[in-house]
């Protein structure tokens, strides 16, 4: 039967070429800390002028891996694919300016807090006045899909909220009018703000009596316990020995006014 | 503002993300050509059963965008207990992707071959494999060019998508600069125009080869 | 006497042949048998039938019923027998169905070294000998697409011929080719028929059938309806059907 034959041999031909490709294998390096970010998230995870990845969390991420013994290994990937590479072992950890939240916490397992963020909102005060979150009633608020910023931005009352796949695209449409507004973390938006004079930036804590000051978590698996508590006991010695603080006064300008413990 | 200095001075980071892309392609549309032959072939004269996942499989993959399928392959694979670094996941969830897709590109080129030309070799006592072999798939040759590269190019623009299984290709490389430099506008352009050096020779060779076939 | 026993062996016997495509019935039971070195010319309306019963008798078309028995050997429908059946049975298409990507010589071998296993230096020798004899020699190496209707075909008879078949069907060949060369063709069977090979022509050629053929059957609408010497039946036709069928083509 020469057509069996065939279908016998094209899934064997079929069944190698797999199989090629999975042995080119997986390098697990026991001497690295594996994480990943996406380095377009200024002043957290971004690029110098020569697009090396730099930033709080990277810097962040290479004192804690030195205090593991260990040496930094960043991954850059689009942010809403984090998760799910962390899930496939990709790396692992994330630590991308990620706001600890229950939904978040029913997937992966969180450190300690590092980070305490307020919420920010950007404006051009050439065309609308804000000086708190209601005064944007009857506006349009550009966020970021995925972030809390999102969740947060639709808390106001009569407000129209536009999500963006990232935040460049917003901040673009705030930029040329289009949208009134841009609800993102409030270190973000100064930073942004810095450079485009035009703008400016409000920080809230509460909006509608709920309290918005969210707490970043380095994200590993959920049953990756023992990764966890390596991670929070290297953050604890970063603080211990003062260089959280001089990472943060060097990417915020002031002194902490949280610290992870 | 559109500033061709950005695009100048990143040059280098962006090339790197192109030479991502453009070897990602190429290994992803060799192994899909290959995969989307035999699934094709399997799907014309593998027999009932055979033809009836075959058709499944090209029908499902048809009718999912792309960045679904690549993140079911990618995050399925490990659930297996199949981890591949990120080049190879990349390649393989391309190459699935697009194989349904070349599947019917030969089912289309091998339809168009007369059916005189298949009844001329069993009469000489050919079996299916051996007709499929010497006439008809040689004839295929030419009319299944210009549609592969149809999809060469289509997937050249796909492998965008790997940004979301944490690789740095030419339009991710080209969003960081952008968030570096707070000019959108500008890498993206110069992506564009990579992006269309890339693609352009294929389509230029794949309309000649249009006409010659004529 | 062996020989007597030998040759009046039936080669081929049609017993009861049915054919339909879905609900349409093409063949409705036609019985006939041939014996070695009988030339049998089919002829009738179009519709008739004809050209599917060829078809079916090489399996190109699967019989719906009846029975075929070739070279004393029943034919079912069992893949390994089909093919077997084939490589002793010749076919020349009205379409030639030449392979247009091969060289008149390759297309002329391809059979015997795919099917047959025959070395390739060996095979495209004979195939040589094959294309004199078509009086294509000069023709060796070029592809159809630069012949004509009439080269093609005799391109077509070669490779079947190839395979030394035992019969060989002939479904209209000249129904495709520009009127001033159909005789090119017309002279290879002739040549053949007249080497004894056996052959079953579907044909409008009355010439050719009264100059070749020992036998004519006559067809419509599915069913043999008159059969004899080509005499008997061109110029005594018993049939009206035949009558009228047989003073249309003259007309033409």
């Keep these: 039967m020469k057509k069996t034959a065939l279908v016998r041999s094209i899934i064997l031909v079929l069944a190698v070429g797999l199989m090629v490709t999975v042995l080119t294998g997986c390098k697990t390096q026991t001497g690295t800390l594996n994480w990943g970010t996406d380095p377009t998230y200024a002043p957290f995870e971004y690029t110098d002028a020569n697009n090396k990845p730099t930033g709080f969390d990277v810097e962040l991420m290479e004192a804690i891996a030195a205090k593991m013994g260990k040496t930094s290994n960043l991954t850059s990937g689009a942010f809403d694919g984090l998760l799910l590479a962390l899930e496939g072992k990709k790396f692992d950890a994330v630590c991308a300016a990620m706001t600890i939240t229950p939904d978040r916490e029913k997937e992966v397992l969180f450190s300690i807090p590092y980070y305490r963020a307020d919420m920010g909102i950007m404006y051009n005060p050439s065309k609308i006045t804000v000086t708190k979150p209601e005064d944007l009633e009857g506006k349009t608020v550009g966020v970021q899909t995925g972030t809390t910023g999102e969740i947060d931005a639709k808390l106001i009352a009569g407000v129209k909220v536009q999500s963006y796949p990232d935040i460049q695209l917003a901040t673009q449409d705030l930029e040329n009018g289009k949208i009134d507004a841009v609800v993102n973390d409030f270190p973000v938006c100064t930073a942004y703000a810095s450079s485009h004079p035009t703008l400016k930036v409000i920080d809230t804590t509460s909006i509608g009596g709920q309290d918005l000051t969210q707490l970043y978590g380095i994200a590993v698996r959920k049953d990756d316990t023992q990764l966890k508590g390596d991670i929070d006991a290297a953050l604890l010695k970063v603080v211990a020995d003062g260089t959280y603080a001089t990472l943060y006064r060097k990417y915020f300008f002031v002194d902490p006014p949280y610290l992870p413990k | 503002m559109f500033k061709w200095s950005i695009i100048v001075d990143n040059l280098p980071f962006l090339l790197s993300g192109a030479w991502t892309t453009f070897s990602l392609t190429v290994v992803s549309m060799f192994f899909a050509t290959l995969a989307g032959l035999m699934v094709g072939l399997l799907n014309m004269f593998g027999g009932k059963i055979v033809g009836a996942i075959t058709r499944l499989y090209i029908e499902a993959v048809r009718g999912t965008p792309a960045l679904l399928l690549i993140l079911i392959v990618y995050y399925a694979l490990p659930i297996i207990g199949v981890n591949l670094p990120q080049f190879p996941a990349a390649a393989v969830s391309l190459a699935v992707c697009y194989a349904a897709y070349i599947a019917e590109v030969f089912r289309s080129a091998v339809e168009s071959i007369p059916k005189g030309q298949s009844e001329a070799a069993f009469s000489l006592g050919m079996s299916q494999t051996q007709s499929l072999r010497h006439v008809i798939l040689p004839q295929t040759f030419r009319r299944v060019l210009p549609p592969l590269a149809n999809e060469f190019a289509a997937l050249i623009k796909d492998t965008s998508l790997v940004a979301f299984i944490s690789m740095q290709d030419l339009l991710f490389n080209a969003k960081i600069i952008g968030a570096r430099t707070y000019n959108i506008m500008s890498p993206y352009i110069g992506a564009a125009i990579i992006y269309l050096i890339m693609t352009t020779p294929v389509m230029q060779w794949s309309r000649s080869l249009e006409k010659k076939v004529d | ?252």
């Design chain 3, 1 to 252: 006497m062996v020989e007597d026993i030998i040759s009046s062996r039936k080669l081929l016997v049609v017993d009861q042949l049915r054919k339909s495509f879905g609900s349409l019935e093409v063949i409705k039971g036609v019985s006939f048998d041939m014996e070695c070195k009988e030339r049998l010319v089919l002829m009738g309306p179009s519709g008739s039938g004809k050209s599917t019963l060829v078809r079916c008798i090489n399996w190109i078309e699967p019989p719906s019923a009846g029975r075929i028995t070739f070279d004393g050997r029943i034919v079912e429908t069992g893949k390994s027998d089909i093919r077997r059946l084939r490589e002793e049975i010749g076919m020349v298409f009205q379409q030639f169905n030449v392979f247009p990507h091969l060289t008149a010589l390759q297309n002329v071998a391809l059979g015997p070294v795919v099917v047959k296993k025959t070395p390739r230096k060996e095979a495209e020798q004979e195939a040589m000998e094959l294309l004199a004899k078509v009086g294509l020699s000069h023709r060796a190496d070029h592809k159809p697409a630069q012949m004509s209707g009439g080269e093609q075909q005799r391109v077509a008879i070669a490779r079947a011929l190839a395979m030394h078949p035992k019969l060989m069907l002939f479904d209209e060949p000249t129904s495709s080719i520009d009127v001033e060369l159909i005789h090119e063709v017309l002279d290879v069977m002739v040549k053949l028929a007249d080497e004894g090979m056996t052959m079953i022509v579907v044909t409008h050629e009355m010439g050719f059938a009264k100059e070749v053929a020992d036998r004519v059957i006559f067809m419509d609408q599915g069913q043999i309806i008159e059969t004899g010497t080509p005499s008997d039946v061109f110029e005594h036709p018993q049939c009206e059907r035949t009558q009228s069928f047989l003073s249309k083509v003259h007309l033409a």
